[in-house]
Structures are given as structure tokens and as C-alpha cells.
């Protein structure tokens, strides 16, 4: 439970640090919501790896909604 709140909450001061790779965002939900909800559906081991396999698809042609 711990770790599932830290790592959550990493990203959300990921998400609030200004950065142009946030207007490029392929993706609905975005990359790093789309972890959060992974992590908060599949638990924190199975969340993150997800998550990791959607960050290395944001690429050309890739891209749209996309739930866990």
C-alpha cells in the first residue's frame, strides 16, 4: 500500500513538472495517468510494467484511447 502511494505519487509531480513532452501526448488517457490507472487496477508490479509497455508504443503510428 505504501508503495503503491509513492510511486503514484511520483507521477503526479511528474505531471505537475513543466515540460514540452506533455503536449505531445499520443495517447487518451495520457501515458503517465494511463500508469495510475494500471497501478491502481493490477496492483504496482503488473501497473508499472504496463505502464512501461505503453510508454515504448508512443510512437508513430501508434496512438488514440487506450484504457488498462
Do not use: A
Not at 1 to 24: A, D, E
Amino acid at each position: 500500500m505504501f508503495l503503491k502511494k509513492f510511486i503514484i505519487f511520483f507521477i503526479r509531480l511528474y505531471q505537475k513538472t513543466p515540460t514540452t513532452l506533455h503536449n505531445r501526448c499520443r495517447y487518451i488517457p495520457t501515458c503517465s495517468e494511463y500508469m495510475i490507472l494500471s497501478i491502481e487496477k493490477y496492483g504496482v508490479f503488473v501497473g508499472i510494467k504496463k505502464g512501461l509497455n505503453r510508454i515504448k508504443k508512443c510512437r508513430y503510428p501508434h496512438g488514440g484511447e487506450d484504457w488498462p
